[in-house]
């Protein structure tokens, strides 16, 4: 299936010259002058990779890929900059908004296809990782025991996040980590990492870290398996890791917090039947 490119930039001799250049290896080109424009044919087109100018009328390339990336159907597609803005803080922001690539003009039309051809291969690779991606699946009678939650009583909802927060809900007994979501979700990791931490105001890690902790608790209190077979249960391969993150979030140990739990679980069952 031959692969759509959308060109953003207003110097009419550039674009042509990377429109030509890229068609001629086979993709199919889409020109656009301003960031407006930009934005309207991403949508329109749903190209398989953007290039961008920074520096463009209407709307600069800053806010043509923050406005993609707020839209689902334009959030996870490839994005390469390639511009005159070259100081450190260009680049940095540039990856903070979740570019994919950032290349300095003057560039060759051949430095262009190189970088296009990695972001392509590394996506599809990406995508690829985590299709074929062992799903593990609890044998029976452990599945049992870990129980589904209802969403809402964890996270929060926020139609852009959905993925995310699916995807940990799914997979939270799994050694999942921040790079496993990004690429469930088609976000570069720092993107996801910003995304998340300005809607919630917490990091992916924590969320998932949350979760763990609301499965563990309810397999301390409702079970009578081992700290160690918890642990692993609810996706930490390492006990000491487990317990520094269990000790961090209830200032107790498990063991403790099972025994307190248990001590008062009893103390409300006596209590009813005086």
């Known amino acids: 299936m031959v692969k759509k490119i959308l060109v953003i930039e207003n110097t009419a001799s550039t674009r042509n010259l990377f429109l030509e250049g890229i068609k001629a290896e086979g993709f199919y080109t889409i020109g656009a002058e301003n960031g407006l424009i ?22 600069n390339g800053y806010g043509v ?5 707020q839209n689902p159907l334009t959030a996870t597609i490839p994005f390469i900059f390639v511009t005159v803005r070259m100081t450190r803080t260009d680049i ?10 950032y290349l300095t003009k003057p560039c060759t039309v051949q430095e262009l296809l190189r970088a296009i051809t990695a972001c392509l291969e590394k996506r599809a690779s990406l995508q690829q990782q985590y299709t074929v991606q062992p799903q593990i699946v609890a044998e029976a009678p452990l599945a049992d025991i870990i129980k589904p939650i209802v ?67 309810s397999l301390l209190l409702e079970t009578d398996q081992k700290i160690e077979a918890i642990a692993a249960l609810v996706g930490y391969q390492c006990m000491v890791h487990f317990f520094r993150q269990f000790r961090q979030h209830h200032g107790t140990t498990p063991q403790a917090w099972r025994r307190a739990g248990a001590n008062s679980s009893l103390q409300k069952h006596e209590r009813s039947n005086c």
């Open 65 to 69: 890929l923050s406005t993609l990336r």
């Open 151 to 217: 969403f809402k009583c964890i996270f929060p909802s926020d139609h852009q996040l959905n993925k995310v927060f699916s995807f940990i809900e799914a997979n939270y007994h799994r050694p999942i980590a921040l790079k496993d979501v990004a690429v469930a979700v088609g976000y570069s990791p720092t993107y996801l990492t910003n995304l998340v931490q300005r809607q919630t105001g917490q990091t992916v890690q924590s969320w998932i870290i949350q979760r763990r902790m609301l499965a563990a608790r």
């Open 38 to 59: 930009g934005v309207q044919r991403a949508h329109e087109e749903l190209p398989d990779l953007i290039i961008s100018e920074i520096i463009i009328p209407k709307l």
């Open 92 to 101: 940095r922001k540039g990856m903070e908004l979740g570019a994919d690539d």
